[in-house]
């Protein structure tokens, strides 16, 4: 019975000395390869056919760093592919790429001053967390 004693507590010590990850952590390793650009869309229940409204950018990421995107830009296309009226889980695989890489956005811009205008913005992908 003290073997099996003594190996709990050998585990107990192991296990007390091994820091959890932090989410942070977890999320840098679960993306170590893959990134974003930080850009949060308007939910839709069905595709749009406009395109994705932005909702707003996530501070500190690529996108709100390039100071060109902001909340009523509609996403058009990404890379030279229209994503009008796709749905957003087909989307989302072709703005996520390796860190670091870039990806070409075109935007219709609405906003004041532009009278639905197409922008295009170069960002290079990173780790966004919020």
């Not at 009226?85 to 532009?114: K, M, N, Y």
């Amino acid at each position: 019975m003290d073997g099996i004693s003594d190996k709990n507590k050998d585990r107990d010590a192991i296990t007390q000395r091994t820091p959890a990850a932090s989410p942070t952590q977890h999320l840098k390793a679960k993306f170590a390869h893959q990134a974003g650009v930080g850009i949060i869309f308007q939910k839709q229940t069905t595709p749009d056919p406009r395109g994705l409204v932005v909702e707003r950018c996530s501070a500190g990421g690529p996108a709100e760093n390039s100071r060109r995107i902001h909340h009523g830009m509609v996403l058009v296309a990404i890379d030279d592919t229209d994503i009008r009226g796709l749905a957003a889980a087909h989307i989302a695989p072709l703005i996520i790429g390796p860190l670091g890489s870039e990806v070409q956005l075109t935007f219709q811009d609405h906003g004041e001053g532009h009278d639905g205008e197409h922008r295009v913005v170069k960002l290079t992908r990173g780790v966004v967390l919020k």
